[in-house]
Structure formats: structure tokens, C-alpha cells
């Protein structure tokens, strides 16, 4: 079974503009969590979805957002970039979610904002 | 939220030793996973250990749920095992608090 891919790999972009990144779960998983990684703040949790709903969300500005479709396919953006947003962000999936579930994570997207 | 904090935060080894790498976390969990991220960034996949003992290969892990820590057991260490290692748990919602990583260094 293929694991959970992302893409791109690496983006470079310049403040103020906008970036979308994607993510394809294992077949047959339902949720989606995306997370940011920084030197400074460690690995972060910025949402998860399940069932094309928004399920959980964590502390970031309005600026980042995500969407999923049909087939568990998900998408996050983020708007007007700033220079903090520079992080590995990473997604993963599991089954169905919830507290008894194992979560697997794609190989993540390497953001540079200059 | 929940406090999940690891040590050490850094640890050099010689090839062939063992070591013992620990995650303490402040509140009861539903899920515990453990995480290598290797130098490409991928967080690879451990253990997933709530409660009890588990083992694969040369490492092992142990979870106490009730006393709020979790261990893992790497054993005659090699090159390849360095990297960082994450513990991460699940409270009531499907996110993963994580901790703050141990960095392994593994010496010919």
C-alpha cells in the first residue's frame, strides 16, 4: 500500500504571497492532520480534517486553511506569506481518527519564504 | 494543553551501545507514538504504544500509562540509527502534541 505523499517537496516564494500545498492519504484513510515544523516551536498541529470537515484546529492565524475532497485528498494554503512561516510542513493520516488511531506521515514540504 | 517533554535532548553514542531515551507527559493519553525523523525531514514510524511493551528488532519500547511516561530501548546502536527521535500523544481530539525531540548521535 502507498504511504502518504505530498506535494511539492521543496517551495521557495517572497512575503506576501500565497502557497498551496497538497497532500494524498494511504488509501482508504479518512483523516487528514497537518502539522508545522520549525527549529524554534517544535512540531505544531494547524488542523485535520475528516470527512471533507474541518474536525480540529489549532492555534494558528486565519492565514493558514485547508480544504479536503471526496477522495480524502487534502489541501492546505497560506496566504499572504511572512518570513515565519519558513517551515517543514508536514501531513498525515490515519484510518478514521479519533484517539485510538496511528498516525503516518508524508515526507513534508519544505517552505522558504524570502 | 498537555506538557510532553523527552529526554535527554541530546545523546552521543558508540556503535554498539544501548541506550534508554524518555518521554514524560502530564496528562492521561489515549495514544503514544514514538517517531524517527530522519535527515530528510519523514517522521517514520516507530511504535504506537498506549500501555504496555512492544518490540521490533533491536528496539523496544515501554509505556506506563498510569505513571505518565513512555520508553524507548534502542540496543546495540548503529550509524543509521541517528537521528531524532520524537514522542508524541493523543488526548481526546485526533492531534498529536509532541515533544521536543532527543537528538542521537551514533559514532563509528
Known amino acids: 500500500k502507498a504511504g502518504v505523499t505530498q506535494t511539492p517537496r521543496y517551495l521557495i516564494k517572497t512575503r506576501g504571497q500565497q502557497v498551496t500545498l497538497s497532500c494524498s492519504p494511504i488509501s482508504g484513510h479518512r483523516s487528514v492532520s497537518w502539522y508545522q515544523q520549525t527549529p524554534g516551536q517544535g512540531l505544531q498541529f494547524l488542523f485535520e480534517?475528516?470527512?471533507?470537515?474541518?474536525?480540529n484546529k489549532g492555534n494558528f492565524p486565519g492565514r493558514f486553511s485547508g480544504r479536503q475532497f471526496s477522495n480524502s485528498r487534502s489541501e492546505m494554503n497560506v496566504s499572504t506569506l511572512e518570513l515565519g512561516d519558513s517551515a517543514l510542513y508536514l501531513c498525515a493520516s490515519s484510518f478514521q481518527g479519533g484517539s485510538g488511531n496511528e498516525q503516518f506521515f508524508g515526507p513534508g514540504t519544505r517552505l522558504t519564504v524570502l | 494543553g498537555i506538557q510532553v517533554e523527552q529526554s535527554p535532548p541530546d545523546l552521543i553514542l558508540q556503535e554498539g551501545a544501548n541506550s534508554t531515551l524518555r518521554c514524560n507527559f502530564s496528562?492521561?493519553?489515549?495514544?503514544l507514538q514514538w517517531f524517527h525523523q530522519n535527515p530528510w525531514g519523514q517522521l517514520i514510524n516507530l511504535f504506537y504504544?498506549?500501555?504496555g511493551t512492544k518490540q521490533n528488532g533491536r528496539l523496544s519500547a515501554t509505556t506506563v500509562a498510569t505513571e505518565r511516561y513512555s520508553l524507548l530501548y534502542i540496543s546495540s546502536s548503529q550509524t543509521t540509527d541517528s537521528g531524532v527521535y520524537f514522542c508524541a500523544v493523543l488526548t481526546g481530539a485526533n492531534n498529536l502534541f509532541f515533544g521536543t525531540g532527543t537528538r542521537l548521535t551514533v559514532i563509528p
Open positions: 496528562d492521561s493519553v489515549n495514544n
Open positions: 480534517y475528516f470527512s471533507e470537515t474541518q474536525r
Open positions: 504504544i498506549p500501555s
